[in-house]
């Protein structure tokens, strides 16, 4: 992403209208939609670019019936595992005990939450968030339950527990889906730290489940630091678009967006979200609700 805001063709000459706008299909060709549909397959937003298309009825209509195939198998398949997310919670709402708060992160979070940007969204595992004092009481629970942890290697494991923001992977046996059970959102040794205090601080309960979210600002820094600090930038344009539809969903008057800048600089993660808005603005075309100079200088 470093030193452009253009996205490399093929991919910016018509997923990224897509996403921008679903009616950009009704003048896409057949030729076009080959190279669109391998992209976004790639990029994990099939589903999800299926179900934008899919709400516009008009449009949907315009789509050839073989491009429209591909687009439903995107949106049966994160359907598919959408349901293996809730078989999944269910079966930890068992194994945990009942007084322990216990936070789902991203995508969980997303689904349970039933926010716009989880429809079509494949997850691809279960992020759950326990302070630390309660980290041993989690595990256990979880261990005495049937869970393992995924890594053999005894280097993995001390690294995870000394370093990390997470256990190692926990896996039931037969379960398709791994559990990621964090006590933070960043690692002891990244360079941006969030402030546990206001995390925690902040957690709101999940309606008609016995599940905790994040608070919104928080649910956005999160997004912020997982795309620009913990991965490699590489195939990482869900990332971009979940951060698009959190602050599409979350932020409404210029008090939000200035409650944004205000939180990010409580987390250590000002110029973290000014590469988000950066691109949100350059690739997803979102309009910031900040006054002209304080969205030049929020990363200040």
Known sequence: MRGTAALPLPAGRHLLPLLRDPAYARGMRLADWDETLRLARHARLLGQLGYRLQADQPTWDQIPERVQGHLQAG??????????????????????????SVTLLKGAAYLLQDLPLARGRTPNDVDLLVRRADLDTAEQALKCAGWRMAVQSAY???????????????????????????HSITPVTSRTRADDALLFADLRPIPNSRYRALGPLDQIIHAVIHLFQDSELTNELRGLVDLDGLLRQFLHSEQDWHALTERARGHHASRLLWYALHYCCAWLRIRLGLPPQRSATVAR
Not at 79 to 85: E, F, I
Not at 156 to 161: P, Q, T
Request: charged share 30%.
């Open 75 to 100: 949106i049966n398949d994160a359907a598919y595992h959408a349901q293996l997310v809730r078989m999944e919670l269910r079966d930890l709402e068992q194994a945990l005990p009942s007084d322990l």
């Open 156 to 182: 993995d494991e001390r690294y995870y527990r000394e370093w990390s923001h997470e256990l190692p992977p926990l896996r039931y046996p037969g379960h398709p889906l791994e559990v990621d059970l964090h």
